[in-house]
């Protein structure tokens, strides 16, 4: 008894713990992960960033640069000494320091023009990022729809393996009071083994589709996760009530692909004004300030009166006269002092005129130009593999709204003829080979109508893809 009920209780414990750690998903919920976890969608974010980068790096191309610069060496035989701007044959050692800058007056309006293609280029990302977050979107949406589709299939089979366990317990009554032949239950039995295939065939498609979904969220495939089951769906979008000129319209406006190749070609166009100014003289206004220091730098901190001796010829005769002189007396100049006194400075404007680049100026423009060129044959080309996917989709969606009209037609036909013969096999007068024919007539056409139902509710989210709207299952 009391081993019974351990068992009972580990039995809910283990019931419970499995269900406390399932994650279960919304389709909002799975399109946020799929997006956030997404390694295209991150390199497009780096993207998106490079672009960001280039936009300040095109502000700042405004500012003048500063930049400091420093040397030292020795020097060895005659050279001149910057301090003192003298020749020596002394080895001395030195050091110099300067600090530079340059503004650009003019170059052609190249620096604006750069402003406004990192802007174009941004854009550009921006809408590229946009688009991936969309058609990961309509992935997941599209996997998810296969989820449920799979559950309700897999109920479906369910239930027809019960009801055809329930024929059997009517059959086994008609076969006790005499009404029916042993031998025909063996086709029953027989349908039960293919509903119970059938049954676990659905079971492997639902785990494969969840499969998928773990794949597109990266999510670890031993984790054990399902999705939030809707309320009834239904079509979204009729398509028999929009035009394919509209819907192809609308999605042209909307569609951030055609967009990003809008702000491509735009920025191809501001590449060629770039390219072009590389031909425009240019005007560039610049100072700098610089010092030095070196070894063999004195100064003159006084004077030491002496008489200088010196021997001359007066009348035949040597003789030694001396001369006042006021003689300087020298000390080494400190290092800070030296950057001090040899302090120098100057600012210019300096004007730069091409007149031959070895061609390639010319070949720049050139390129500039066949890159536009390209440019607006890629908008058309992504314009024209837009109209063809609109079409696609568009036929698609009144094709499958046709197909669930007719399957559902019929279902219902074959269902009303089942339960008759049903009722007839109640009472006899209806043989099981009969009954078991009409019955899988019966679940191939709810079947197909199923097929066709999510077919139709997917292929009108594709209508609101294209129309703009966002992805969802109400």
């Known amino acids: 008894m009391y081993v019974k009920c351990f068992f009972s209780i580990c039995l809910i414990w283990l019931s419970f713990s499995t269900v406390n750690g399932q994650t279960t998903y919304t389709l909002e919920a799975c399109i946020k992960k799929a997006i956030a976890t997404n390694l295209q969608i991150q390199n497009s974010e780096i993207a998106l960033d490079n672009a960001r980068l280039d936009i300040k790096l095109a502000q700042h191309s405004r500012f003048p640069n500063l930049s400091f610069n420093s040397n030292v060496g020795w020097n060895f035989g005659r050279t001149v000494d910057p301090t003192q701007n003298l020749f ?100 029953i039995e027989a349908q039960i083994a293919v509903n119970e295939q059938t049954v676990i065939e659905n079971k492997n498609i639902l785990q494969l589709q969840l499969l998928n979904l773990k794949q597109l969220m990266r999510a670890n495939p031993d984790e054990d996760i399902d999705i939030a089951v809707t309320g009834s769906l239904s079509p979204s979008t009729d398509p028999d009530l929009i035009s394919f000129d509209y819907l192809f319209e609308t999605a042209k406006s909307n569609q951030a692909t055609v967009m990003a190749s809008e702000w491509r070609m735009q920025s191809a166009a501001i590449n060629e004004k770039i390219a072009q100014a590389e031909a425009i003289p240019s005007l560039v206004a610049g100072g700098n300030l610089r010092t030095n220091y070196s070894n063999k730098g004195y100064n003159i901190s006084g004077y030491n009166r002496e008489i200088v001796e010196q021997d001359i010829i007066f009348n035949n ?61 890629g908008y058309e080309q992504t314009v024209e593999t837009l109209k063809t996917s609109v079409a696609q989709a568009y036929a698609d969606a009144r094709s499958s709204k046709m197909r669930f009209n007719a399957t559902e037609k019929t279902k219902n036909a074959q269902s009303v003829v089942y339960n008759n013969a049903l009722k007839r096999f109640e009472l006899g007068a209806t043989s099981v080979f009969e009954l078991s024919r009409l019955k899988t007539i019966l679940e191939s056409a709810e079947i197909n109508h199923l097929v066709a139902k999510y077919d139709y509710i997917f292929r009108t989210r594709v209508l609101d893809y294209y129309l703009g709207k966002p992805i969802n299952l109400n």
């Open 317 to 377: 005769q040597p003789v030694t006269i001396g001369f006042p002189q006021n003689i300087p007396v020298l000390e080494k100049t400190p290092y800070l002092d030296q950057f001090n006194n040899n302090l120098s400075y100057g600012v210019g404007i300096s004007l730069n005129i091409p007149i031959y680049s070895n061609y390639s100026i010319k070949a720049n423009q050139q390129k500039a130009k066949l890159n536009l060129e390209r440019a607006k044959i």
């Open 88 to 187: 020596t044959t002394e080895t001395f050692f030195n050091n110099s320091a300067s600090l530079s800058s340059n503004v650009i007056l003019y170059n052609g309006n190249k620096i604006n023009n750069m402003n406004k293609q990192s802007v174009a280029n941004l854009k550009a990302a921006e809408k590229d990022l946009e688009q991936t977050q969309k058609d990961i979107s309509l992935q997941v949406s599209s996997v998810y729809l296969n989820i449920l589709f799979a559950k309700e299939n897999l109920q479906n089979a369910q239930n027809q393996l019960n009801q055809t366990k329930d024929q059997l317990n009517l059959l086994q009554k008609q076969i006790a009071v005499g009404n029916m032949a042993e031998n025909d239950r063996f086709e």
